[in-house]
C-alpha cells in the first residue's frame, strides 16, 4: 500500500514534468498547462524541473523545448499529455522508456466518446511500465502547496471595451481536498471556494478514469497530513466494495462529503453520456455511504456548506444548538433551519438563564435582550454582549454548538466582535458557526474575518444550519465507528 501511495504522490510532488504538447499559442490548452506551471517555477513555488515538449518550437516561455519526450536529457516524475487523442499511445510509449512515475492525459476523445479501444491501449501500455494514469479527459491537479497546477483555463479574460475580468480564480491554501469526475464541476468548485476564502489542500480531476480513481485519491487523501477534509464529486463508482472499504477506514480519522450526481432517471442517462459511466442505483448508494460513514450533500450549496465547516471546526458531541443573534426574524428563520436539519433548539436550563439575568442585572446585556433559544441581544448590541452570551451558552454542558447570526448593521458593533467571538470557540473547543446576512462591503468583511479566524461564515441562515448539521453528522460517524471526537 505504501509504494502504491508514493506512486499516486507524483502526481502533487513530482521532481520533475515534461508538459507533452506544449504550445506557444496563447489561449491554447498546451500553453496555459505550461504558463502555470512556469510561473508557479518563476515564483519559486514549484521545485520541479520542468520541460516543454513540442517538435516546431526550440523554446517556450523561457523555458528550451525539446522535440519529443525521448529528447529530454534527464529523467521525468510526471508527463502532462496535451496532444490529439490518436497520438496519446506514442506518449505512453515514450513516458514508459523515461521510467514516469505518472502521467495526466488532458486530452479527451476516448471512452466518452465511445472510442474504448484507445482508452484501453493506453491503460495497458501504463500498466505494463508501472505507471499510474489520470484521465483521461480532465484537467488534471491543483496544489497550492507544491505549485503543481494543470487546471488550464485562463485566469484573466478580456473584455470588448479593453479591461481584464478574473475567470478562473484559484483558492489560496488549506484544509481542503476535492476530488471531482466532472472537470467543469471541479473547475466551478475552485471558482467558488475561492470567492468564499475556502482553502484548498489538493484537488484532482478524475475525468474517464482509466486507472486512477475515486477510491485511489479518497486512500492517498486519507494520509495526508495536510487535508483535513474530502470533498468528492462522482457519478459512478466502479469498485465499491473497495471503496467502501477505504471510506470506512478513513472517516473515523477525518470526514468525507460526497456530492453524488446522477440520482434521478434522467441524471443517470445524462451522466452515461458524458463519460461513458454508469450511475447504478441511489439507493445502493445511499445505503453504502452511510455504512461508510460518509456525509452526502444533495446540494452544491450544502456541499460547500459541509465542506468549509468540517475543515474549520471540531465536530460536535451532541445535536442540542444555541443560537445567539441581533435579529429576531432572522433568529426564528435559522431555529426552522435547524429543525428542518434534524437538530435541537432546546429551551435553556434554567442554570444557563440564570447566569444570563445575572449579566442583565450587572448592566452586560440589555433589560429588553431577549432570554430564550435563541437569545435575541436585539439592535443595540455590541461587542462584549457577543461575547458574554455566546461564553455563557458555550460553557452550558448541555449544548453541544452554537450559531451566531450576527448581522452587521446594529451602530454600536464594531468587527472587535468578531474577534472575541472566534477566540472563545478556541478556547472552549465546542464547534461555533457564524452568519451575516446581506451583501454589503461590511457583510462581506465580517464574513470573511470570521474564516480567517477559523470560524466558518455563511450568507443565510440555511447555510448556518447545514453546516452545523455536517459538524453533528460526523461527530456522530466517530463515535459510531470508533473515532474521537476532539478538538482538531
Not at 468525507?256 to 458524458?274: D, N, P
Not at 438563564?353 to 437569545?375: D, H, M, S, T, Y
Amino acid at each position: 500500500m505504501q509504494a502504491r501511495l508514493e506512486q499516486l504522490g507524483a502526481f502533487f510532488e513530482p521532481s520533475s514534468i515534461a508538459v507533452v504538447g506544449a504550445s506557444a499559442s496563447p489561449g491554447k490548452v498546451g500553453y496555459n498547462v505550461l504558463f502555470n506551471l512556469a510561473e508557479n517555477r518563476r515564483r519559486g513555488l514549484l521545485r520541479a524541473e520542468l520541460y516543454p515538449v513540442n517538435p516546431r518550437v526550440r523554446e517556450l516561455l523561457g523555458l528550451p523545448c525539446y522535440p519529443r519526450l525521448a529528447d529530454v536529457p534527464s529523467p521525468v516524475d510526471l508527463v502532462v499529455i496535451v496532444v490529439p487523442a490518436k497520438y496519446v499511445p506514442d506518449v505512453m510509449r515514450e513516458a514508459a522508456r523515461k521510467n514516469a512515475k505518472a502521467a495526466i492525459v488532458i486530452s479527451s476523445g476516448f471512452s466518452e466518446v465511445g472510442n474504448w479501444e484507445l482508452e484501453e491501449e493506453v491503460v495497458r501500455i501504463g500498466r505494463d511500465a508501472g505507471i499510474r494514469i489520470l484521465g483521461p479527459n480532465c484537467v488534471g491537479v491543483y496544489d497550492p502547496y507544491t505549485g503543481v497546477d494543470t487546471v488550464f483555463l485562463p485566469r484573466l479574460k478580456a473584455l470588448r471595451d479593453g479591461r481584464e475580468l478574473v475567470s478562473s480564480p484559484k483558492p489560496p491554501r488549506g484544509g481542503i481536498s476535492m476530488i471531482t469526475q466532472s472537470g467543469a464541476f471541479g473547475v466551478s468548485a475552485l471558482d467558488y471556494m475561492a470567492g468564499h476564502n475556502m482553502g484548498v489542500s489538493r484537488f484532482v480531476s478524475l475525468g474517464n478514469k482509466c486507472d486512477v480513481d475515486e477510491t485511489d485519491m479518497l486512500e492517498f487523501m486519507a494520509t495526508d497530513e495536510r487535508t483535513r477534509v474530502v470533498l468528492m464529486y462522482v457519478e459512478d463508482i466502479r469498485d465499491g466494495r473497495r471503496f467502501l472499504r477505504v471510506a470506512k477506514a478513513t472517516t473515523p480519522v477525518k470526514p468525507v462529503v460526497v456530492l453524488k450526481a446522477g440520482w434521478s432517471r434522467a441524471g443517470a442517462r445524462a451522466v452515461q453520456s458524458h463519460t461513458g459511466a454508469l450511475a447504478g442505483s441511489d439507493e445502493v448508494y445511499e445505503a453504502a455511504f452511510r455504512q461508510a460513514g460518509v456525509l452526502r450533500a444533495r446540494s452544491m450549496a450544502e456541499f460547500f456548506s459541509m465542506g468549509k465547516a468540517l475543515s474549520m471546526q471540531p465536530p460536535a458531541e451532541g445535536r442540542r444548538v444555541a443560537i445567539v443573534t441581533d435579529a429576531g426574524g432572522p433568529g426564528i428563520m435559522t431555529v426552522d433551519a435547524c429543525e428542518a436539519r434534524g437538530l435541537e433548539v432546546p429551551e435553556l436550563p434554567e442554570t444557563t438563564k440564570r447566569r444570563l439575568r445575572e449579566l442583565v442585572q450587572e448592566g452586560v446585556l440589555l433589560p429588553f435582550a431577549a432570554i430564550g433559544n435563541p437569545i435575541d441581544l436585539t439592535v443595540s448590541v455590541d461587542a462584549r454582549m457577543y461575547e458574554e452570551a455566546t461564553r455563557v451558552v458555550l460553557e452550558d454542558p448541555s449544548i453541544h454548538g452554537v450559531i451566531v447570526l450576527a448581522l452587521h448593521h446594529p451602530p454600536g458593533l464594531v468587527e472587535d466582535f468578531v474577534d472575541r467571538v472566534a477566540r472563545l470557540a478556541r478556547e472552549l473547543g465546542k464547534p461555533v458557526v457564524a452568519c451575516d446576512i446581506g451583501e454589503a462591503e461590511m457583510a462581506d468583511y465580517v464574513r470573511r474575518r470570521f474564516d480567517e479566524l477559523g470560524v466558518p461564515a455563511f450568507e443565510a441562515p440555511e447555510d448556518a444550519a447545514t453546516a452545523m448539521w455536517a459538524l453533528v453528522a460526523y461527530g456522530e460517524v466517530r463515535r459510531k465507528l470508533g473515532g474521537l471526537t476532539t478538538s482538531r
